[in-house]
């Protein structure tokens, strides 16, 4: 079986656009992939984070997870830095990853921004860890969104590199696998900026902790335009709210954009947004009710981890051993 490995970072405020970009695809794929889903909690030391808040929001994005149905007897679901053979591969990686390659890399150069020279090597080295992740499993497939594809081409560009200087085949070359009509949802206060967990506006995102009303009422408050709903998806050129908020709806009730239109082309965004608030409380009231139970029991999210971290270490020490004998270092 063709396996799949994928992660989330544990930084806070998991929103819709990680539910239906990600999350939810990956439960999707659960019966017909051997998964492995990580908290890469080491990721996010790349930004400065509080101790206890990076514990908490570990746990955090462990329930979301299994709140949204990953099973765990199914798949392998672990916190990053539960398994050293991830720092291990980076550095061997890093050893064989041209300069010029990480410098192409777009993300740095945004995130980084202007003081690039007081950026942490973290960050500049985050998609060789990245690789590393992957291959130290092996992953034939990665499920991402757009703005992570150069990052995967990279993974794939470095198991090529290890594959002919060591002339073996060991590692797969990663597919991507991007799904799902919305994978990039935006911003309901702003259609042309991505939905993100570090907008200040809270009713900027929808989030999976969020509670009926919370939902209902950010939808309804959602931004639009004054033109009533357009009959076909080209009539959503040049209007990034109303194509966010249909984009929306046709990925929470998994239709197409133009089936979603043919109901409501024609009708003002006030009705359209009630029957999104419904769809969306359908959809994530139940999940964030369930994460908030998982919360309260740490212990048994902490037990899912453990489990998964022990299941992941195993396959990470067989293929390690293989990669030690191949690129020469001594085991005694």
Sequence with gaps: M?????????????????????????????????????????????LPQDPEELRTHTREVTAAYLASGIDPEKCIIFNQSSVPGHSELAWLFACITPLGWLNRMTQFKEKAGKHRE?????????????????????????????????HLELSRDIAGAFNRQFETEYFPLPEPQILGEAAR??????GSNKMSKSDPSDYSRINMTD????IALKVRRARTDPEPLPETVEGLEGRPEAANLIGIYASLSRTSRAEVLATFGGKMFSEFK????TLAVETLGPIGGEMQRLLAEPGHVDGVLHRGSERAGEIARHHLSEIHRIVGLLRP
């Design 2 to 46: 063709n396996r799949i490995f994928s992660g989330v970072q544990p930084t806070g405020n998991l929103h819709l656009g990680n539910y239906l970009g990600a999350i939810r695809n990956w439960v999707d794929l659960q019966d017909d992939y051997d998964c492995i889903f990580c908290i890469v909690d080491l990721h996010a030391l790349t």
């Design 118 to 150: 007081n950026a942490g090597l973290g960050l500049y080295a985050y998609p060789v860890l990245m690789a590393a992740d992957i291959l130290l499993y092996k992953a034939t497939h990665v499920p991402v969104g757009e703005d992570q594809k150069q």
């Design 185 to 190: 949802v935006m911003s309901l206060r702003d």
């Design 211 to 214: 509670d009926a009303d919370t």
């Design 274 to 277: 009630d029957a999104l608030a």
